[in-house]
Antibody, heavy 124, light 107 residues
């Protein structure tokens, strides 16, 4: 079964950092992009960023709202991807989902499956 | 950025009803559109990709259509398991964006 599991969420003060980890199983992790999407309480879905597979250069895209603060990385040898969140703001409070990115060669990405999510709360 | 607008935001329907949800893009996205279903407390689930391609394992009562800027998700005969929130997502370019969601409620 293809599965993604997020970990590392929690309560953090504004301005501090937090690192989320996504562990994949049931598929060849290195062959796929990994994306992060978040959902603030009671709100809709907001794309955060994506890291391509090594086949497509391992390049990274970010949403404007997190660019310069968040960093996505991956370690295919461990089947993990990470979301390093720095300079956190209260508006970053959300459920964070890790998702496998499916593509038609390297340019267009849709998302399946989604992990169960991990909650990040930014509050003093 | 491409904006995705869904309508309606809430829809009340009965079991057996035919339901249609609309998603409009602020500029042409060809057929680079996906639909997701989200139930309360759960992660979203992929239903449709490339506007009309049914994801494996998704019941055939779900269908998608459209291209360019206007798209629809249709549930041919609403089942009790289908009461949920539905989101469209374009993936024509980065940043990808989601519609605001359509909540399908029991009438």
């Amino acid at each position: 079964e293809v599965q993604l599991v997020e970990s590392g969420g929690g309560l953090v003060q504004p301005g501090r950092s937090l690192r989320l980890t996504c562990t994949g199983s049931g598929f060849t992790f290195g062959d796929y992009a990994v994306s992060w999407v978040r959902q603030a309480p009671g709100k809709g879905l907001e794309w955060v960023g994506l890291i391509r597979s090594r086949l497509y250069g391992g390049t990274i895209e970010y949403a404007a709202s997190v660019k310069g603060r968040f960093i996505i990385s991956r370690d295919d040898s461990k089947s993990i991807a990470c979301l390093q969140m720095n300079s956190l703001k209260t508006e970053d409070t959300a459920m964070y989902y890790c998702i496998r990115g499916l593509t038609i060669p390297g340019a267009k990405y849709w998302f399946d499956p989604w992990g169960q999510g991990t909650v990040v709360t930014v509050s003093s | 950025d491409i904006q995705m607008t869904q309508s309606p935001s809430t829809l009340s329907a009965s079991v057996g009803d035919r339901v249609t949800i609309t998603c409009r893009a602020s500029q042409s996205i060809s057929n680079w559109l996906a639909w997701y279903q989200q139930k309360p407390g759960k992660a979203p689930k992929l239903l449709i990709y490339k506007a009309s391609s049914l994801e494996s394992g998704v019941p055939s009562r779900f269908s998608g259509s459209g291209s360019g800027t206007e798209f629809t998700l249709t549930i041919s005969s609403l089942q009790p398991d289908d009461f949920a929130t539905y989101y469209c997502q374009h993936y024509n370019s980065f940043p990808v964006t989601f519609g605001g969601g359509t909540k399908v409620e029991i009438k």
